[in-house]
C-alpha cells in the first residue's frame, strides 16, 4: 500500500485584505502554486505566502487549525469560507503549536513569497536566547498566575472597556470568550494597531491600574526576593 505524500498547510495574506486577514487552507502541492490559482479576477492583488506546515497529516492539521481559530472567538469571516478575521503571526503561532504534536511537521516562514532560510533567523534567536528561555520557562499567561480570580474584571486599556474573567485564560465580552491575544488583535483600535498583527495580550489589559504584564513580573520578582530571603 502506497504510503500517504506529505501536504501543506497554508497561511495566505493580501495586500489588498486588512492587515489582521488570512486564507488558512492546504494543498496537495506547492503553496506556490496554489497562491497563484488563486490570483484571480475576485481578488484585486496577489496573495502572499506567509507561512506553512509540511507534513502527512496536512488534512487534519488544517481541519484543527480551523477548529481552533473557530473555539477562540468568531473570527471566521464567512462560516463557508477559509478567511479569518486573526493577525498573520496568532495564526502562525497556532501552527507552530500544533505542529509540535507531529512528528513529521515542518514549518516555514515566509518573506516575499521566499521560504525564510533558517541561518538567517538563528543570530535573532541567539541574541534573543536569554530573553526566549526567560519566556518559555515562565510560560503561557494565566490569571491565577497574578492573584486575578475567575469572575473578577479587567480594564481593556486601548478602549477602556472592562471585560470579564472567564477562566484561568480567557476573558468574556459580549457573550462570548476570548484568548487575551486574539482579542487585542481583534478589538484594537485602528491607529493603534502595528504592522506585524502581532500582540502580547497580557500587556494591553489592566487590573488595579497595572498591566497584566507588569503585574506578573512584579509578582515574580517579590517571589524570587521571598525565596532569596528564606
Not at 24 to 39: C, F, H, N, Y
Not at 197 to 207: E, M, N, P, R, V
Given at each position: 500500500m502506497k504510503s500517504?505524500?506529505?501536504?501543506?498547510?497554508?497561511?495566505?495574506?493580501?495586500?489588498?485584505?486588512?492587515?489582521?486577514?488570512?486564507?488558512?487552507?492546504?494543498?496537495?502541492?506547492?503553496?506556490?502554486?496554489?497562491?497563484?490559482?488563486?490570483?484571480?479576477?475576485?481578488?484585486?492583488?496577489?496573495?502572499?505566502?506567509?507561512?506553512?506546515?509540511?507534513?502527512?497529516?496536512?488534512?487534519?492539521?488544517?481541519?484543527?487549525?480551523?477548529?481552533?481559530i473557530d473555539r477562540l472567538t468568531d473570527l471566521r469571516i464567512r462560516q463557508n469560507r477559509e478567511f479569518f478575521n486573526v493577525a498573520p503571526q496568532m495564526a502562525l503561532e497556532i501552527l507552530r503549536d500544533i505542529a509540535m504534536t507531529i512528528d513529521d511537521a515542518d514549518v516555514v516562514e515566509y518573506r516575499d513569497n521566499k521560504p525564510i532560510p533558517k541561518e538567517e533567523k538563528k543570530p535573532q534567536k541567539e541574541k534573543n536566547k536569554d530573553k526566549t528561555s526567560h519566556h518559555e520557562r515562565r510560560g503561557r499567561f494565566k490569571f491565577s498566575l497574578v492573584g486575578i480570580k475567575i469572575g473578577e474584571y479587567v480594564t481593556f486599556e486601548p478602549t477602556g472597556e472592562k471585560v470579564k474573567v472567564a477562566s484561568d485564560?480567557?476573558?468574556?465580552?459580549?457573550?462570548?470568550?476570548?484568548?487575551?491575544?486574539?482579542?487585542?488583535?481583534?478589538?484594537?483600535?485602528?491607529?493603534?494597531?502595528?504592522?506585524?498583527?502581532?500582540?502580547?495580550?497580557?500587556?494591553?489589559?489592566?487590573?488595579d491600574g497595572e498591566t497584566l504584564e507588569a503585574r506578573r513580573r512584579r509578582m515574580e520578582r517579590e517571589a524570587l526576593t521571598t525565596s532569596s530571603v528564606e
Open positions: 500517504q505524500e506529505p501536504g501543506y498547510v497554508y497561511i495566505l495574506t493580501n495586500p489588498s485584505f486588512r492587515e489582521d486577514w488570512v486564507k488558512i487552507g492546504k494543498s496537495s502541492r506547492p503553496v506556490d502554486v496554489r497562491s497563484k490559482e488563486l490570483d484571480n479576477t475576485a481578488v484585486p492583488l496577489p496573495f502572499e505566502i506567509f507561512a506553512t506546515l509540511k507534513t502527512i497529516k496536512f488534512n487534519e492539521v488544517e481541519k484543527l487549525v480551523h477548529k481552533t485564560d480567557t476573558i468574556e465580552y459580549n457573550d462570548r470568550i476570548y484568548k487575551l491575544s486574539p482579542f487585542v488583535g481583534t478589538f484594537m483600535p485602528e491607529e493603534r494597531r502595528n504592522q506585524s498583527g502581532a500582540y502580547q495580550g497580557a500587556q494591553y489589559f489592566l487590573y
